[in-house]
């Protein structure tokens, strides 16, 4: 028998030692690997105190069934609350990593939160500093418990007070951490039976209170005053452990720190006053051995500060004794400050915003993507993007400087370097910089096609009556030189006069240009010649078509002078600039934006800002890229390569009140075109386009607006995001709603990804020569000075040329000349 037992003692201390190395080594991991997220409440944040017990049993589920007594010590969750860098006091909350499913379930009790990281914006802990600190222990036993104080008024607001008094930009801090410990069915009951069990022990009437609790039989009377004792103290035990709330194991840490000696004692006296709203039958007290007029012996003792700030920094849970609370006692601990709290040192959003849809694509560089940003989870965030099949036609508002560029680069480079085709407008020449510097690549630069009039040494040229290979093309550039006056002069159908004059002189050079040389094909800068020339004008009669020759035969000298000064003086200002005269002013023409179109080409085009010459020249471009989308209707579906437009400051397109922006950009979809506009204000759109804009959008995003337009963006959203939130959103943040699978979503908020870290390829300014070079080669550009010196002369090479071929004699053999192109 002797063997045995030793045999038997020895099995079971190695078993014990297993089961004690085991628990270390859980708790150990346990405390490795758990996560802090910041419950960040709306303005109007109220939730009831149905909502906060649901939001406790949500937390109650983070302890794990199996294997829970192993790493119970490292299960707990914690409530803190602490200081930002900015003094703000923030409500953390921090858990095993995972119970991130038991997090999120819990949150959706409250309506008006958000969770977010927060850690860059928590201080890291300062050495060499006065520090304070405290532990809060149950006064009496569990069964007693403390007063539900609720959460109106809020009890945050008394530690919100005492975290404003400090001073955060000398380096004082404040945390508050409450462990809860999740109490188990079983540890329920085991608790009910031990509390009857030492009854008699506490006090001689106990034993009949808990036997009521518990149905127990009575035996024996009692006094009056036994009754009344009784009842109260069975009203307190009821609160404790009859009520179907979760209950918590707790443990509460204070501590403060403040370079200022005597400071962080005076802030965590401030924080533990903040605690005394919860005494009642029970309360809060501090841990230690008071010495009367002598000292306290508390946490602070070098025999227990080292264990108080390891289980501070860990969220190890080992109180010296086990306390129960119920969810109903600590309430208002359970839920971040509520509206009901006063204090203006409160971390908490803009509003209400909802949840990003789960079936948003995680962008990784997939050439089916397009990125829109950042968005957070309550698994941590992640970049997404909107599937390319779903994006038609995009609108992002947004005041100046606050991401709205900076979401456009990140989308354009995407797209250009994978395969798409692509043009940005700028009207600055910031973008088209830094677009550039991404776009080195040898096999990227062959593709890049640059209009730039910042640039006043070289240009391309572009002739809007470039010699057209069919009519079709023709009409297009008649409709494209007629649109963009009538946007940039802000001409509607009262100003009948003008666009027909302006109709008339761009067929009158388009048939023109079919007749003559391609070296003598006519450029914008021949509309005044051939409004205010008669001999010019004369000359060019026989060559034009018969309803026009009809107009300036018959009509057109019945209009007064002033008739043409609209026009002529809009284009004498083009060629008063050198850079605009270069580009427009050639008759050969090596851009063109079909071309682009079908190539896949990369177009970086910056008309300037400013002026109306600028608008002009920047409304020649849209609406060349518009009409020339509108030929690809003689294309088969399959062969309509998508071509994605990044317009900014679109109002600058949008002046004609006829709507023909938004017209084109209805019809222009269907043949492959993909626009993505950007402004500042939606209220500065016509109404057309703005009616386009928001039924026929695929992608509606915004940062922050005035309060106008904010309520009415929040308006097309159905009031699902207040104007109130879209006017305080902070800068590269974004709401917006999507289209996913032909499904629109509800909007959702988004942060801003810099261009440096979605695409972080940029190269030195010897490869960005080396683009120049690919886009001057590709665009055959040349010296300004000797394009415009060819300018000047080239009414009087086209005169002496009609002079020269008179219809009826070479006329003829001229047309027979000139070969057709295509575009």
């Known amino acids: ?203 001689p009437d106990a034993a009949g209170q808990l036997g009521e609790l518990v149905d127990l039989p009575k035996s024996g009377p009692a006094s009056a005053g036994e009754l009344v004792q009784r009842r109260v103290d069975r009203q307190a035990l009821a609160a404790k452990l009859a009520t179907p709330q979760p209950l918590f194991w707790i443990q509460l840490l204070v501590k403060t720190t403040s370079p200022t000696p005597g400071q962080a004692k005076e802030a965590l006296a401030g924080l533990l006053a903040a605690f005394d709203v919860f005494a009642g039958d029970n309360h809060l007290r501090v841990r230690g051995l008071r010495i009367p007029g002598l000292a306290f012996l508390g946490s602070d003792l070098p025999g227990l500060r080292r264990r108080f700030d390891r289980r501070l920094a860990s969220g190890l849970f080992s109180p010296p004794r086990r306390r129960v609370v119920s969810a109903g006692e600590i309430a208002g601990l359970l839920k971040p400050p509520t509206t009901h709290c006063p204090a203006g040192n409160v971390v908490r959003s803009i509003g209400t915003i909802p949840p990003p849809p789960g079936r948003l694509p995680t962008f990784r560089g997939q050439r089916s993507l397009l990125p829109l940003g950042r968005v957070e989870t309550d698994r941590g965030d992640r970049l997404v993007g909107v599937p390319l099949a779903d994006t038609f036609f995009s609108y992002m508002a947004g005041r100046s400087r606050w991401g709205k560029t900076e979401t456009a680069i990140g989308q354009f480079l995407h797209l250009a370097k994978a395969g798409h085709g692509c043009f940005f407008l700028d009207p600055h020449e910031d973008a088209i910089r830094k677009i550039k510097a991404h776009l080195t690549d040898p096999d990227i630069r062959d593709r890049v096609v640059e209009i730039n009039l910042a640039n006043t040494d070289r240009q391309t040229a572009w002739n809007l009556f470039a010699p057209p290979a069919d009519d079709a093309q023709a009409q297009r550039q008649v409709d494209a030189v007629v649109d963009a006056f009538a946007s940039t002069l802000r001409w509607d159908e009262t100003n009948n006069r003008a666009l027909n004059l302006t109709t008339q002189a761009a067929q009158a050079l388009v048939a023109l240009a079919r007749q003559l040389p391609p070296s003598l094909a006519p450029t914008v800068f021949q509309i005044p010649t051939l409004l205010s020339d008669p001999q010019w004008r004369a000359a060019a009669l026989p060559l034009m078509s018969t309803p026009t020759r009809q107009f300036f035969t018959d009509r057109f000298p019945r209009l007064s002078e002033e008739a043409i000064t609209p026009v002529t003086n809009l284009i004498d200002r083009l060629r008063a600039a050198p850079n605009v005269a270069a580009l427009l002013g050639a008759p050969t023409a090596s851009y063109d934006i079909r071309t682009a179109m079908d190539a896949g080409h990369i177009v970086l085009a910056c008309p300037g800002s400013g002026s109306t010459r600028d608008r002009l020249v920047a409304n020649f471009l849209v609406y060349d890229l518009l009409h020339a989308a509108k030929t690809r209707a003689a294309l088969d579906p399959e062969r309509r390569r998508p071509f994605y437009a990044f317009l900014d400051e679109v109002q600058t397109y949008d002046g004609a009140s006829s709507g023909n922006l938004a017209a084109l950009l209805e019809q222009t979809a269907k043949y492959g075109l993909r626009a993505l506009l950007f402004n500042q204000n939606p209220e500065r759109l016509t109404p057309a386009t703005l009616n386009a804009v928001t039924t026929n959008r695929s992608h509606l995003l915004t940062t922050a607006l005035n309060a106008k337009a904010a309520g009415l963006i929040a308006r097309e959203w159905g009031k699902t995001v207040a104007p109130e939130v879209i006017a305080s959103l902070e800068r590269y943040t974004t709401i917006g709603s999507v289209t996913l699978a032909g499904e629109i979503t509800p909007p959702f908020l988004i942060h801003g990804v810099p261009v440096e870290e979605l695409h972080p390829d940029t190269d030195g300014p010897d490869r960005i020569d080396a683009l120049d070079d690919a886009i001057a080669a590709r665009t055959a550009t040349r010296p300004v000075g000797e394009t415009v010196a060819a300018v000047d002369g080239h009414d009087q090479r086209i005169l002496d040329h009609l002079h020269q071929h008179r219809p009826g004699q070479t006329a003829v053999a001229t047309r027979q000349a000139i070969p057709t192109r295509r575009p």
Request: with cysteine.
């Open 1 to 203: 028998m002797r063997p045995v037992a030793v045999s038997l003692a020895v099995a079971t201390v190695i078993l014990a030692c297993l089961l004690v190395g085991g628990r270390l080594v859980a708790v150990r991991r346990g405390l490795g690997d758990r996560v802090r997220v910041a419950v960040v409440p709306a303005p109007s944040f109220d939730p009831s105190e149905e909502a906060v017990v649901r939001f406790a049993s949500g937390l109650s589920r983070s302890r794990r069934a199996v294997r829970g007594l192993l790493d119970a010590p490292a299960s707990a969750v914690r409530v803190e609350l602490a200081t930002t860098a900015d003094g703000d006091l923030a409500y953390v909350l921090e858990l095993p990593r995972r119970a991130r499913g038991a997090l999120a379930a819990a949150a959706a009790a409250y309506s008006d939160i958000q969770l977010r990281d927060l850690s860059d914006e928590l201080p890291s802990p300062v050495e060499g500093v006065g520090v304070a600190r405290a532990e809060l222990v149950l006064a009496g036993p569990s069964s007693s418990p403390l007063r539900a104080v609720g959460i109106d008024p809020d009890p945050l607001a008394g530690i919100a007070a005492a975290v404003g008094a400090l001073r955060c930009d000398d380096g004082e801090t404040a945390t508050v951490c409450v462990d809860l410990l999740a109490v188990t069915p079983g540890q329920r009951r085991r608790l009910q039976r031990r509390l009857l069990r030492n009854a008699p022990k506490t006090r």
